[in-house]
């Protein structure tokens, strides 16, 4: 691949215009990160006087609570309910958008719209669609004799951060499955249609293995999103109850941490929560990216 | 194996674009037919209509004696090979060319039998496990041309297929499917603005223009006696040049173009009727200044300027060394018989 060289006359000027994004990686990101590392081995006691180092002890005490396992199961509940019904909706409904000739750019920025909403508003608004007193969707599931309170049923509290949670996400997906069907070339379909496929079989067979590249890329993309992104869906629709039926891991960071000023125990968290991240991109990468590309 | 049959076609876009102004053409049984014309002149919305990519606006579309105007494209029992080959990238060629053949429910053994059949007759057998990123552009074409044959078809159907290939394996090419067609002897109706590859290539050719049929006829019948100026000037390279009567009635001294059909006022000439020796039958006498020699080999082109003329004039002749230097006088002769009469107005052919 070809690359871009500019040349520059003074040889401070590049990393003068490298710097606001440097400074801020590493005063919010590489800085933090580093203190929640070192943390993660330390013990802080109650009214945080001494700091003692332990080892792995924080480490070991997390993988051996059940509370933490427990989390780590409804995460990945939780990680694949999301990614499969926010890509699944993004693809159905960029296929739709794609179909239409006219006015596709106007459906295309109404489904948009949500990605620009803060994942707190976003949680707010099904809080209050879903609200068991005030909610329209609890009125409406009354008729069909479903009681919804998610206050008190772990189930329903999980099915609603998994819609506030896989609503905001479907309008990233959909603009990228929206790219990915424009780019198949038209020609392709026509030759399936003249080979006697079915616009069914045309979808499975050619149009969805071409976008194989878009949905690896979105999958990726998901998964981290649901990993640390849904913490404000949650903290504004359930805060991690009832009980800890939507206690997720990056919940639990914050809870324990912050809420429970248990520093040691909410670092080593986050630095796994890292890590299992880390590892799932690994693996994709490692094993996914080379069947999806033709 | 059938006949093509189109009544009245047109094709009529939103917002009032006539792309297609009423074709009627009949396609024989076996027949190679080759739409050939200018970018735009509708021979390739024309060839989609034929496929079932495009609907028809008003006509009927008869394939063998079915009526296929409503049709779907695969119950039309045509293959179609596209100009960019439109191969699927993610299957190797052995599924590119099986595709097909497994939507129409064959069973494995005959998909198999079919393939290694077709993929022996265009050489492309060692490539079958291949992905098609991975065959150069003529690999790709052969793949192309496999997968339409593979199914039997009643049709062929060709868009521009040649035109992504490099000149030398275009006639390479040119040469292999028109050697297959004859020895499959399935009918096919191939589109190309390239009047080389249509003259070579078709048994019969249809000229279009602004979305209308211009002439229909073999190679040499178009060649030789086109029925407008616009297939004149668009059948045979270099153009035929184009000479107003009142020009060459004062160059020429007896009453030679008296006998010109009535309404003449323009005449084509091929650049290869203007000799540079006077040929024993009447002719015509001009002279010109030599403005530029071209030597193409085989053949070498004269630009000349016609004397009393601005008109700037092509003459063909063998190759060698030109006859007089560049910006001398060259005398060339022009036999009555090679005068194609026109009506300017018209443009059409006037006897």
Known sequence: ?294 | MASITLEGIKKTYAGGVQAVKGIDLAIEDGEFVVLVGPSGCGKSTLLRMVAGLETISEGTLKIGDRVVNKLEPAERDIAMVFQNYALYPHMTVYNNLAYGLKNRGFKKPAIEERVRKAAKMLEIEEYLQRKPRNLSGGQRQRVAMGRALVREPAAFLFDEPLSNLDAKLRVQMRVEIKQLQRRLKTTSLYVTHDQLEAMTLGDRLVVLNAGKIEQVGTPMEIFNRPASMFVAGFIGSPAMNMLPVEYLATRSADNLLDDLPAGTDIVGIRPDDMHLSAPSAPHLVVDSTLELFEAAGAESHLYVRLAGSEQPTVIRTGGGEPPVNEGETLRFYIARSALHPFNRESGQRTG
């Open chain 1, 1 to 294: 691949m070809q690359t871009k060289r500019s040349t520059y006359q003074n040889r401070w000027l590049p990393y003068c215009l490298l710097a606001p994004q440097l400074i801020i990686t590493l005063v919010f990101f590489i800085w933090p990160a580093s203190q929640a590392v070192k943390s993660s081995f330390e013990r802080t006691d109650a009214f945080g006087f001494k700091t003692t180092f332990v080892g792995l002890s924080n480490y070991a005490r997390i993988l051996s609570d059940p509370s933490y396992l427990n989390a780590l199961g409804r995460t990945a509940i939780f990680a694949v309910s999301v990614t499969v019904l926010s890509m699944g909706l993004a693809l159905l409904l960029a296929v739709c958008v794609n179909r239409v000739l006219r006015s596709a750019k106007f459906y295309t920025t109404l489904l948009v719209w949500p990605y620009a909403v803060a994942p707190v508003v976003a949680g707010v608004l099904w809080w209050f669609l879903f609200n068991p007193t005030i909610g329209l969707l609890p009125h409406v599931l009354d008729w069909f004799d479903i009681n919804w309170n998610h206050r008190v049923s772990g189930s329903q509290a999980m099915i609603l951060i998994t819609i506030a949670a896989a609503w905001k996400q479907i309008s990233y997906n959909f603009l990228f499955f929206l790219a990915g069907l424009q780019s198949v070339p038209k020609s392709l379909i026509e030759a399936a249609a003249i080979d006697g496929a079915t616009p069914f079989k045309r979808f499975w067979s050619i149009v969805f293995p071409l976008l194989s590249p878009t949905t690896f890329f979105l999958l990726i993309i998901n998964i981290n999103y649901v990993m640390f992104d849904t913490f404000g869906v949650i903290d504004a629709t359930t805060g991690g109850g009832p009980g800890q039926a939507t206690m997720t891991l990056v919940y639990k960071v914050y809870t324990d941490g912050v809420a429970g000023l248990n520093i040691g125990s909410s670092s080593a968290q986050s630095v796994l929560l890292m890590g299992i991240v880390i590892l799932l991109t690994f693996i994709q990468f490692r094993y996914v990216e080379r069947r999806v590309n033709y």
